[in-house]
């Protein structure tokens, strides 16, 4: 994704706003640039903002336009991002800096899970040509890594959500018979609960997983037992409902680590293999 790069060479102790008298708007805008470590990115923003809509017009201004969009997108403000990304794309069109704009859209597309915005920007700056067709390229790559688990992760949700339903329908409508949970279900429950507890040393991250995983599976696996044990099964239809309710487990697995961020360090250890 989009990476804001800045052109510092030494941290000045001036503030970004401090005229010379025979500085010229690039010398203006260079000296922003270098003050930005002293300065940080809200000072150096406005004071590149108003030089822009001074009116003036230098050899680096879309430059400048573009990096005040990049410098929000860093920042977390998305749609200040989008109005000067957009201004660059609008004044400058056959600009380099446009072509890096409409991939930094399509970057802020992407992260709001708009996949075809995202795709048409990405579309727009590879066929700007070197080098940003390069970084379209590795930006749409990305993308559609993240899409795929972004789908997968709804499929697993999917495929959860009804196998437990169908468990729920098996037991209600299943014929009287002792509420037991068979020994087998009652150490898997001690098992999880135990990892459970060795895992609540970790990073933060790392016991919100642990924590859902152990949900999920115990809901299966409680689920699942109570089930073998009430309703009258044939030995094809035990591996069945168990091939079934480990697929269930993995996508718990999957599900989880989605949604706390995990996911990609999960599948780059998955890729590494054992060292």
């Known amino acids: 994704m989009a990476v804001v790069v800045l052109a510092v060479a030494t941290t000045a102790s001036a503030q970004p706003n401090a005229q010379s008298g025979n500085e010229t708007p690039q010398q203006q805008f260079e000296r922003i640039l270098r003050s930005y470590p002293a300065v940080g990115p809200q000072g150096s923003m406005k004071a590149a903002a108003e030089l822009i809509e001074g009116g003036v017009d230098f050899p680096d201004r879309p430059r400048a336009e573009y990096w005040i969009g990049t410098a929000r997108?860093?920042?977390?403000?998305?749609?200040?991002?989008?109005?000067?990304?957009?201004?660059?794309?609008?004044?400058?069109?056959?600009?380099?800096?446009?072509?890096?704009?409409?991939?930094?859209?399509?970057?802020?597309?992407?992260?709001?899970?708009?996949?075809?915005?995202?795709?048409?920007?990405?579309?727009?700056?590879?066929?700007?040509?070197?080098?940003?067709?390069?970084?379209?390229?590795?930006?749409?790559?990305?993308?559609?890594?993240?899409?795929?688990?972004?789908?997968?992760?709804?499929?697993?949700?999917?495929?959860?959500?009804?196998?437990?339903?169908?468990?729920?329908?098996?037991?209600?409508?299943?014929?009287?018979?002792?509420?037991?949970?068979?020994?087998?279900?009652?150490?898997?429950?001690?098992?999880?609960a135990t990892l459970l507890l060795l895992g609540l040393r970790q990073q933060p991250e790392i016991v919100h997983a642990a924590f859902g995983i152990a949900i999920g599976t115990g809901i299966i696996a409680v689920l699942t037992a109570l089930s073998f044990s009430r309703v009258p099964f044939s030995f094809l239809s035990r591996l069945v409902h168990a091939a079934l309710a480990m697929t269930t487990i993995v996508c718990v697995f999957y599900a989880v680590t989605y949604r706390t961020g995990m996911i990609s360090m999960v599948m780059e250890t998955l890729r590494a293999g054992p060292e």
């Not at 070197?130 to 795929?148: D, K, T, W």
């Open 73 to 192: 997108h860093a920042s977390a403000d998305s749609t200040g991002a989008r109005v000067w990304l957009t201004r660059v794309r609008k004044e400058y069109p056959t600009s380099v800096w446009s072509a890096r704009a409409a991939v930094t859209l399509g970057d802020l597309a992407a992260e709001e899970k708009e996949w075809t915005t995202a795709l048409t920007f990405y579309d727009e700056g590879e066929r700007f040509g070197s080098p940003v067709a390069g970084f379209a390229r590795l930006s749409r790559e990305h993308l559609i890594e993240v899409r795929g688990y972004d789908r997968l992760y709804a499929g697993c949700i999917a495929f959860a959500i009804a196998f437990v339903f169908y468990l729920l329908g098996r037991l209600t409508f299943a014929a009287r018979a002792p509420w037991r949970l068979p020994i087998e279900a009652r150490v898997l429950l001690i098992v999880i």
